[in-house]
């Protein structure tokens, strides 16, 4: 089997496939910087959010109706011999 003839390319062309390669580099760093970002604000979000949630909880037990009977309570287990 022989061996394929490649082609040789100039000092240009190869200046030109550098150029590209950073420039594909460059756009995916931007990508991840981009997604990491949007992961951290909805994080934070959430984190709000769900302390809202808990303290808008807290705030409804607290304001419960004192008319309203206690809970029943446990039966309590028999200790077995």
């Known amino acids: 089997?022989?061996?394929?003839?490649?082609i040789k390319?100039?000092?240009e062309q190869v200046r030109a496939r550098k150029r590209r390669n950073v420039a594909i580099a460059l756009g995916l760093v931007g990508f991840i910087v981009l997604v990491f970002v949007v992961t951290?604000?909805?994080l934070q979000r959430n984190t709000e959010a769900r302390k809202a949630a808990e303290a808008a909880a807290v705030g409804t037990v607290l304001q419960a109706d004192p008319t309203l009977p206690?809970?029943?309570a446990?039966?309590?287990s028999e200790p077995t011999p």
């Not at 089997?1 to 490649?6: E, I, L, S, V």
């Open 40 to 42: 951290v604000v909805n």
């Open 9 to 11: 390319l100039t000092d």
């Open 74 to 76: 446990a039966p309590a």
């Open 1 to 6: 089997m022989t061996r394929p003839d490649f």
């Open 70 to 72: 206690a809970p029943a």
